[in-house]
């Protein structure tokens, strides 16, 4: 890397971000963020009756960003939104793996049914055909790949130990993937992000009380918002700021996990 | 008399049933569907290949046979492992529930990135189990080992994230290091430690 760009709002400038899941939640916080410092970014989403919205609403600020249709448990979907993003662009610097499906809370000694299924499909698979199909386009941009995690793959979940386990699995795909493509010069890292999401405003809706008790075990008070908390980020992982890093999980999650 | 259940097979295995037979174990070995009546102690060895492909070279089934595959192996083994070691008495010494996995899980390896990340998805879901099975005295341990006695024979991975050799100036043996602390893990007097990850690498791998 001869000319790192480590300062300015154009820390992105002139580069292309991929985040599936893009459409909402952490996807969308992270895409909003990259896009506002400069990256051009394709929301890769299943639902594009919310994804091309949210694509017209960046657009409307200002910035470069598209919609495409990516259901990521379709290997054959993954690969097609790197390539359509590689058409638009003809370059690809930073994709986000962020889309994950399927319930898998409950007994673990219950048979894992079709949430369990689903779960492996949407995060775990996903992950490894995330992979495949950029590696090629990182390794020419020298990029980064950033994978979605937990906290609950880092400590267990009673709730949902099979949510840990993929999540923490996920974790594990970055860190040796970090040794084996850190000679192409692409660097693999987690996030680990704990935010107010659709997802979550439904648990807490379903259960008020677990907001207090997310929020009481969070040093910093409160639960992250995924634009202005859980964004930036994703920009220093797609940016030269982060040209040295790769192979780690950052928790960014208020200090609600504190174990590594 | 320690009554243990060993899930998996090879070379490693057969050496861990014969240290652990030295030392009084009653030992069953098989695989999942085998896991009948009651134990004192289960150990998974989970099936990894034991040599390299780089992860873009990796097909989908051998991805599946790589990561997905052992993860759910895991999975069916804690859920068919659980009725064995539960204990209906405060009274009566935990049942534990342990895996063995190499510390390529904890630092990752260029050539081994499905295997880390099956045995990464396996310590997280050793804490859930620990966390749900706690007050059925069913407790749990990953026990982490050189790469090199893991995959004895093979063409592992060789030990990472140390720039120097294990401490104790050797890897590992089966039988005559890692069968003794699965014995001591066993016991009633190790009951309060479950959840945890127990790295028997002989000093490499020191990591916080």
Same mark, same amino acid.
């Given at each position: 890397?001869s ?21 909402s ?8 963020a990259m896009?506002q ?7 890769a989403?299943?639902r ?26 379709r ?17 690809l610097?930073?994709?986000?793996h ?21 779960l ?17 386009a ?12 937990s ?23 970055a860190?040796?993937?970090a040794?084996e ?32 008790r ?9 639960i ?9 980020v ?10 040295h ?5 950052v928790?960014?999650?208020?200090g ?5 | 008399?320690?009554?243990?259940l ?23 070995a098989?695989?999942?569907?085998g ?17 390299p492909?780089?992860?873009?070279n990796?097909t989908?089934?051998?991805?599946? /046979? &790589? ?6 192996? @895991?999975?069916?083994v804690a +859920? *068919?492992?659980?009725?064995?070691? %539960?204990? !209906?008495s405060?009274?009566d010494g ?7 996995i ?6 990752? /390896? &260029? ?6 990340? @099956?045995?990464?998805g396996? +310590? *997280?879901l050793?804490?859930?189990? %620990?966390? !749900?099975w706690g ?5 749990t341990?990953?026990?982490?080992v ?7 024979? &093979?063409?592992g ?8 050799g ?12 890692l069968a ?8 009633p ?20």
């Amino acid at each position: 890397m001869s000319n790192p760009t480590t300062t300015g709002e154009g820390l992105l400038a002139g580069r292309v971000a991929l985040v599936t899941g893009g459409a909402s939640g952490i996807g969308l916080g992270m895409a909003t963020a990259m896009a506002q410092h400069g990256a051009a970014v394709v929301l890769a989403c299943r639902r594009t009756e919310t994804g091309e919205p949210a694509a017209e609403a960046l657009r409307a600020d200002g910035h470069d960003a598209n919609c495409i249709r990516c259901d990521v448990t379709r290997p054959g979907e993954v690969h097609s939104a790197v390539a359509k993003a590689l058409e638009r662009h003809g370059r690809l610097d930073c994709l986000v793996h962020n889309a994950v499906a399927g319930q898998t809370g409950g007994a673990l000694v219950d048979r894992p049914g079709t949430g369990w299924r689903l779960l492996v499909a949407s995060s775990l698979r996903a992950s490894f055909e995330c992979a495949q199909a950029a590696h090629g386009a990182l390794r020419e941009t020298g990029g980064s790949l950033v994978l979605l995690t937990s906290a609950a793959g880092m400590e267990g979940s009673e709730a949902m130990p099979l949510y840990g386990a993929a999540k923490a699995a996920q974790r594990g795909l970055a860190k040796g993937l970090a040794d084996e493509w850190g000679p192409d010069g692409i660097r693999v890292n987690c996030v680990a992000p704990l935010a107010r999401t659709p997802a979550l405003a439904g648990a807490i809706e379903a259960d008020p009380s677990l907001g207090e008790r997310l929020e009481a075990r969070t040093p910093l008070g409160r639960i992250g918002d995924p634009a202005e908390d859980i964004g930036p980020v994703a920009v220093f992982l797609a940016s030269d700021l982060s040209r040295h890093v790769t192979g780690q999980t950052v928790s960014v999650d208020g200090g609600g996990f504190r174990g590594l | 008399m320690t009554r243990t259940l060993l899930v998996g097979s090879g070379q490693f295995l057969d050496a861990l049933d014969d240290g652990l037979r030295a030392l009084g174990h009653d030992v069953t070995a098989g695989d999942v569907g085998g896991l009948i009546g009651t134990a004192d102690l289960v150990v998974h060895v989970p099936k990894v290949p034991n040599g390299p492909t780089d992860l873009v070279n990796l097909t989908p089934d051998n991805w599946v /046979a &790589a990561c997905e595959a052992p993860l759910d192996e @895991a999975v069916a083994v804690a +859920r *068919a492992a659980h009725p064995m070691l %539960a204990r !209906q008495s405060a009274d009566d010494g935990p049942g534990r529930l342990a895996w063995i996995i190499p510390t390529t899980a904890l630092g990752g /390896a &260029a050539g081994f990135v499905a295997t880390g990340a @099956a045995c990464e998805g396996i +310590r *997280a879901l050793a804490k859930g189990a %620990a966390k !749900q099975w706690g007050a059925d005295r069913v407790v749990t341990t990953v026990l982490v080992v050189a790469p090199e006695a893991f995959f004895a024979g &093979a063409t592992g991975p060789r030990s990472e994230g140390s720039l120097s050799g294990p401490a104790l100036g050797r890897h590992g043996d089966p039988g005559s290091d890692l069968a003794p602390l699965l014995d001591l893990l066993a016991d009633p007097r190790a009951a309060f430690t479950t959840g945890g990850t127990l790295v028997a690498d002989g000093g490499t791998w020191m990591a916080p």
